[in-house]
């Protein structure tokens, strides 16, 4: 076999193979011979017309049973030898053979290109760096904290039902409660919640154990926009109110801090760590977004329809056969084109830098990766062993160091804020 690869264009290139009369006759041969065993034509026995007959009337159509038998694995092949990499189900554009001759089969097929320049030094990377506010977040967390070790304390006779409450009722009306409620017996209904609709909470408030009480409940009609509204008489049989502990030394031992101070300074390390994660992955996805505008390029249309048709099925679990080719490239080039249009500059750059990697290098990944756990580099290379000998983690070391000699030259600048395109691409994307 031998291949020649010609170029179209940037992203569509022709594959001719070239199949040697002695290999294209042997598996002319091999359809040939299943025709003649199956072949029925009257006055001969099934599996004995003469070779001479079937060649002057069945040549054509047997060449074509040829063709579509062996194209596909000859176009298999053939990308191995010639070291091309389709990102696409090649097309046949033309098959020549005459039988005394090579046989030629021309596929065209799509690819990404590979003929531009990277442009990734000097970059302007559009990024703002968000601002937290750890103190409201520190209380948030401690109030969440507070809420968990709360208890309910049973209501006294002086006492009247306020937001927060639990109580449990007994419907004095004849109708039952079409809501979801009903299932739950009227117990355990915390005020304000909304399980029975505004009405409901309004009048509960103020009322005491053994208290009646009118009040309308809404229900919605089920598969229509309809709201139903009915009333009811509630009579309150029990009464509970949420009992909160002090944010103290005490509630923080109990989470095995050693004191509040020692709590609200882990919760704020732990904050601080969560974003730094936020920050460094946002300001990445500003790499990518700068690299791809730095690097326009016309990438194929069918690897993007096939991006999204993969999302949507995969992903979500989406039927994508009532959706046009034009929507899903849209969503393809929307999800996918700037990531695309960045690693396609990042295997440029480690090719064009000629990119090594040291042990170094390795430790220094690895050193990364351990932050966050409780354990020492030599530690993670005895527990990930295999994974860091293999091809997968040198190629996440050498993309690391790739990103990093754009992030040594490049310059944060402030976002352009344009509230047209903001709202376009939030339409496009909704």
Do not use: C
């Amino acid at each position: 076999m031998k291949t020649e690869v010609k170029k179209v264009n940037s992203n569509t290139s022709e594959l001719i193979v070239t199949i040697e009369l002695e290999n294209a006759k042997k598996d002319y041969q091999k359809v040939f011979n299943k025709v003649k065993t199956r072949l029925e034509i009257p006055g001969f026995r099934k599996g004995k017309v003469p070779t001479a007959y079937i060649e002057k009337h069945y040549e054509q159509y047997i060449k074509e049973d040829y063709f579509e038998s062996y194209a596909q694995n000859y176009y298999k092949e053939a990308i191995e030898i010639a070291k091309v990499n389709p990102i696409a189900a090649a097309e046949i554009k033309e098959v020549k053979w005459n039988t005394g001759e090579d046989a030629v089969f021309t596929y065209q097929f799509q690819h990404f290109p590979d003929d531009f320049e990277p442009i990734y030094k000097d970059l302007e990377v559009a990024y703002k760096e968000p601002v937290y506010d750890y103190d409201n977040q520190i209380n948030e967390s401690l109030k969440q904290i507070q809420d968990s070790f709360s208890e309910y304390i049973p209501f006294d006779e002086s006492m009247t039902i306020q937001n927060d409450d639990k109580v449990t009722l007994e419907n004095k009306s004849d109708e039952p409660i079409p809501t979801k409620a009903k299932n739950e017996n009227l117990n355990d209904i915390i005020i304000g919640k909304n399980i029975l609709g505004d009405d409901f909470n309004e009048k509960a408030i103020g009322k005491k154990i053994n208290d009646t009480f009118e009040a309308t409940v809404e229900n919605n009609v089920e598969n229509t926009d309809e709201t139903e509204v009915y009333t009811f008489n509630f009579f309150v049989t029990d009464a509970f109110r949420k009992q909160l502990p002090e944010i103290n030394d005490d509630l923080a031992k109990a989470n095995d801090y050693e004191s509040l101070d020692d709590m609200k300074t882990k919760i704020r390390e732990s904050f601080e760590q969560e974003h730094k994660r936020v920050i460094e992955n946002e300001l990445n996805r500003a790499i990518v977004e700068a690299v791809a505008k730095a690097n326009p390029m016309e990438l194929p249309d069918e690897y993007f329809i096939n991006s999204a048709r993969y999302m949507f099925e995969k992903t979500y679990q989406a039927n994508t056969e009532g959706i046009d080719n034009e929507t899903l490239l849209k969503f393809g080039k929307m999800f996918t084109e700037s990531q695309t249009i960045f690693d396609l500059v990042m295997e440029k750059v480690k090719k064009n830098e000629n990119i090594q990697i040291s042990d170094e290098d390795k430790d220094e990944y690895i050193k990364e990766l351990v932050k966050d756990q409780n354990q020492t580099v030599e530690e993670y290379k005895e527990n990930f062993k295999t994974f860091i000998e293999g091809d997968n983690f040198i190629d996440q070391v050498l993309h690391k160091k790739v990103v990093d000699l754009v992030k040594s030259t490049m310059k944060i600048v402030e976002p352009k804020e344009n509230s047209e395109t903001v709202e376009e691409e939030t339409k496009e994307t909704e």
